[in-house]
């Protein structure tokens, strides 16, 4: 059977009313469902669906072991709406799609990767799009069966013998008998002028419309185990425990390999970080320069910026950018300690943070160059170490910057050389 | 329900009044790219430059509808098609006016061999020798190997559409079912083959306008274009002879919603195709594959992409949907013509905006559209020249009558 010949079947088809009293019987007395008619060709079933359709009927189907070309025409099915229930789902999957991700990415836990705008078109046309089709494909689907009234666990037709032939070589119509203008005989005339190749009553379904008790129990037993996980996830929520987690994935949680402060018995020290051999200096751990790699001349801070160094435009412009990049966060773009993460700080006012360092105040304007070079190595207070982050160059050069935010908080308009002077206005 | 027999008193052969028409478009296309290059030699202030980037234009255009209508000619033989036989000679005839199509390609390929770098400047030898990337590429990029290339295309193109237009005809006097099987065994290398000319034509000619850019999409953008446009050439083509008498009762709405269900398809595809291609570029922000997009997004190209995305997919995707739209004529007509504009306005989008602003020439509408009527003309003039005198119907076609009786459900 086609969709839509089992639409209209579903459709057309109205069990619940009980046939009454005087209702139509078979010929032994069973109430009766309807009256079927048997076909050989679709030309036939063509021209009694016509017949059928110009008498009036409502209540009645056809029924072929392929679609039909035009048998909705000869029937008077109107047109399905499935389509646009599909377009309609098509449409909200469209907006929940981008609308999800316009939620939680641009509104609710706005999260900056890789300097991407918090939302952008392009990066959701992809979720977008799967989700429309999701949405359009599970309507027209579960649309379909909802339309058609599928799944039917029992129907009449299931008892007649002949009938089994309609999904190999023979065509049916069947007119019910809820159909309001039944009638005993004017309907059975009106089928034998059809000249159907047999007619035989069909006797009314009396088995239940339910699913057998077994579907139920299995169905209830699968759900009632599905929920076990989530229970069990559910009461060890929040709970401590001396046992290991359970690893349903191991990954590489539990691959051998030897960590740096633990043992190992393969050296006789039983160490497993190796020393290094004496006598020896790692690439690029000489760093002889104690002026250059540690800022002090002796053991005073240094005074001066280091020989390997030199102060000049571009090493300014690498000391701007660099501590745009490093130090703006906390102690903001002038360098008066007011940074993003500062005043975020203030915000949760949480009493233990400790703000960073105005760094145009008079005592760290004091301090010699080899001092602030060895702060941005390895941190004070709460100000981690950029050691390992930013080459001693770059050190230098941020040293030098700061020194430059420093006299521009002194600054006047005497200090812009007259050619500049006009840009300012 | 059609039936088997409704040909009979069917208008199958192109009558005098088509045939005028043919030698009128190609004697009218012949004229109007006279005057179109005499135009962009003479009052162009564009001069040279502007007049070959107005050639590639309408050249890339046209060459999209040939190539279109020859693809559907080979996947109708590659799916044996049964739906499709009855109009399936209309799009043999019109996907041999590819011959002449090829011929056009000479405009592009003669200025290289002038050394003549106004459109491609890896043609600049000196340039070559002077930028590592150029000179990296030039064993792929340069003049000779482009004219052997392009040889290859033409001549598997032409070829290929002469084949199954001659092959189909002579079913129709011999009635021989072995020739749908020759046609059938055809199809499936020429179809691999018409993919890697197709993807290479497309790197050679707008691809590599800019030689530092890089695609591995470009290809199946250009073939989306391609395949939609002749879909919409093939439904016209249709709608114009049956409007002039022919084939009246054997094409039916039946056939038009198919090939508007492909044309609905491929709209979706190239939009499905340029954002796969935008969205890799956009996510992986490497400055030599993003200036191709910046450029196209900076003033004034800006809106033309935004009318390409809104003329090329959102408006046809949401006017082509329904059933209805495809079983009428004028409004399956006026699709049609939409999409075959927005085809143009696509690649007009490719070539224009390539290299910094300051070397780009501006459009010229006069000899832009100047130069694609012509060649539309000159394609379609030389595609109903070789319709004269042949069925618009593969009347001996094994699969005719199914294809007559075709019903959508």
Known sequence: ?425 | MANANNTTDDVIVLNEEGAKFGRAMLIAGLVLIAVGVGVGLSFDTRGLKGLLHSYLIAFMYVLSLGLGLLWIVIIQHLSKARWSVVVRRVAEVLAAGLPIVCALGLGIIIPMWLHNADLYIWVDHELVQNDHLLHHKAPYLNVSFFTVRCAVYFAFWGGLSTFFLKTSVRQDETGKAELSGLMHGVSAPAMILFAITLTFASIDFLMSLDPTWFSTMFGVYYFAGCIMSGHALWALSLMWLQSHGHITTSVTAEHYQDIGKMMFGFVVFWAYVGFSQFMLIWYADIPEETHWYHWRFEEPWKQVSIALLIGHFVLPFLGLMSRWVKRKKVSLAFWCIWLLIVQYIDMFWLVYPNGEAADRVPPSALVDLTLAAGMVALFLGSAIRRAAGINLIPTKDPALSDSLAFHNI
């Open chain 1, 1 to 425: 059977m086609s969709d839509e010949e089992s639409k209209s079947e579903s459709a057309m088809d109205n069990t619940e009313d009980k046939p009454k009293s005087d209702a139509p019987t078979t010929a032994n007395g069973e109430p009766l469902h309807g009256v079927l008619a048997e076909y050989h060709t679709p030309k036939e079933l063509l021209a009694a669906a016509e017949k059928i359709r110009d008498a009036g009927y409502t209540v009645w189907d056809t029924y072929s072991p392929f679609p039909v070309h035009g048998i909705e025409k000869a029937q008077g099915i109107p047109w399905t709406i499935l389509p646009w229930l599909v377009f309609g789902a098509g449409c909200t999957g469209l907006t929940v799609g981008l609308g999800m991700q316009l939620w939680t990415n641009g509104v609710d836990y706005k999260y900056l990767i890789s300097g991407k705008p918090f939302f952008s078109i392009a990066a959701n046309i992809p979720i977008t799009f799967e989700i429309t089709v999701l949405f359009s494909a599970l309507t027209a689907f579960g649309g379909m069966l909802a339309l058609n009234r599928l799944p039917k666990p029992s129907h009449a037709l299931d008892h007649v013998e002949r009938f089994n032939r309609v999904t190999d070589d023979r065509f049916f119509a069947l007119i019910e008998a809820t159909d309001p203008k039944f009638d005993d005989t004017a309907t059975r005339t009106l089928i034998a002028e059809t000249s159907p190749h047999h007619v035989e009553d069909v006797p009314a379904d009396t088995r239940s419309e339910n699913l057998p008790k077994f579907f139920t129990y299995v169905a209830a037993f699968l759900a009632l185990t599905a929920l076990i996980p989530l229970g069990y996830a559910y009461s060890v929520r929040g709970t401590t425990s001396t046992q290991p987690r359970i690893h349903i994935v191991p990954d590489m949680d539990f691959q051998q390999k030897f960590k740096p402060q633990r043992g190992n018995p393969f050296f006789e020290d039983g160490r497993a970080m190796r020393p290094q051999i004496e006598g020896t200096v790692a690439s690029g751990d000489l760093q002889d320069d104690s002026h250059f790699y540690r800022g002090k001349v002796g053991k005073a801070w240094a005074r001066t910026f280091p020989s390997r160094f030199t102060p000049n435009e571009a090493a300014m412009q690498r000391g701007r950018e660099r501590y745009d990049i490093f130090c703006v966060p906390c102690h903001s773009v002038t360098g008066n300690g007011s940074g993003i993460v500062a005043q975020h700080a203030l915000e949760l006012a949480e009493g233990t943070w400790i703000p960073p360092t105005n760094l145009t105040l008079a005592n760290i304007k004091q301090q010699p160059v080899g001092e602030l070079y060895n702060t941005i190595t390895h941190g004070i207070r709460n100000m981690p170490a950029y050691g390992s982050q930013i080459d001693p160059e770059d050190r230098w050069a941020i040293v030098l910057y700061v020194r430059a935010l420093q006299r521009a908080q002194a600054g006047n308009v005497s200090h812009v050389p007259a050619a500049k002077r006009a840009g300012l206005k």
